[in-house]
C-alpha cells in the first residue's frame, strides 16, 4: 500500500509539473531579443525566465557582484506546507530557492532581480536597472528605441521631465489583457528601467500550488 501511495504521489507532482508553463519569458529564457516584444528582451544581462544558474553565469561573465539576496521556499516546500495546513501529514522538504537579488553591476548601477519558485526551479519573474547618472534624455531615448524597437503609446517624451518609455508589445498598454511589459523613466539624473511578467504568471503558479496540494491530500492515508 504504501509503495503504491508514493507511486501515485510521484505522479501527482508530474502532473503539476506538466501543468506547469512553457513559454519564453516564464520559465526559460528567449534565445535572442524580438524588437517589441518585451518578454524576450535582455535588460543588463538578465533575461525574463532565467534560472539561478543562469545568473550565476551572467555574474561570472560581467564580474558582477551580489549586494545582498534572499531565498524562499520551492514549490515543492510550498505544496507541503499546503497539504499539511489542510490536515495533512507529510515531513517538510524541498529546498531553498532564490526569491530576490540586488547586484553591482560594477559600472555605477544596480540591478534587483524577483524570482517566482515554480515546479522546475526559481526563475526570474522581474528585473529593475538602476543606472548611474550621466546620460541625457535624448541619448537614453535613441538608445533605448534602438535596442528595443518603438515604444508605445503610453510613452512620453521631453525634455522638460524625465523620459517616459513603455513598451508591451502593442500600441496601447491598456485594457484586459496583462501584457510583457517594460517601462523606462530615466534622464540625466539615473532613474530605472523594470521589465516585468504578467501579473497572471504568479496567479498561476498559486494555482499550480493549489492543484498539487489537493492532489496529494487526495492520496495522503487516513489518520485515526
Given amino acids: 500500500m504504501e509503495i503504491a501511495m508514493s507511486l501515485l504521489a510521484a505522479l501527482v507532482i508530474a502532473a503539476a509539473q506538466a501543468a506547469a508553463p512553457e513559454q519564453s519569458g516564464i520559465d526559460r529564457p528567449a534565445p535572442r531579443t524580438v524588437l517589441g516584444s518585451p518578454a524576450t528582451y535582455d535588460l543588463a544581462g538578465f533575461r525574463l ?9 551572467i555574474l561570472r561573465q560581467r564580474k558582477m557582484t551580489v549586494v545582498r539576496s534572499l531565498r524562499t ?11 499539511n495546513l489542510r490536515g495533512g501529514r507529510l515531513p517538510p522538504g524541498g529546498d531553498a530557492v532564490l526569491d530576490n537579488v540586488e547586484v553591482n553591476d560594477g559600472r555605477g548601477g544596480r540591478v534587483m532581480i524577483r524570482m517566482l519558485a515554480w515546479p522546475a526551479g526559481a526563475r526570474i519573474r522581474s528585473i529593475a536597472y538602476l543606472p548611474p547618472a550621466g546620460t541625457s534624455t535624448t541619448t537614453w531615448h535613441d538608445l533605448l528605441v534602438a535596442r528595443y524597437g518603438p515604444s508605445s503609446r503610453d510613452s512620453v517624451s521631453s525634455a522638460a521631465q524625465p523620459l517616459h518609455l513603455v513598451w508591451c508589445g502593442q500600441q496601447s498598454c491598456g485594457g484586459a489583457v496583462e501584457p510583457f511589459q517594460m517601462v523606462a523613466d530615466v534622464d540625466s539624473a539615473g532613474g530605472q528601467i523594470v521589465l516585468t511578467q504578467p501579473e497572471g504568471s504568479a496567479r498561476l503558479l498559486a494555482t499550480l500550488i493549489e492543484n498539487a496540494a489537493a492532489g496529494r491530500l487526495k492520496v495522503q492515508p487516513p489518520s485515526f
Fill in 73 to 83: 521556499k520551492s514549490f515543492e516546500s510550498q505544496v507541503r506546507d499546503l497539504v
Fill in 49 to 57: 525566465g532565467m534560472s539561478e544558474a543562469d545568473i550565476d553565469q
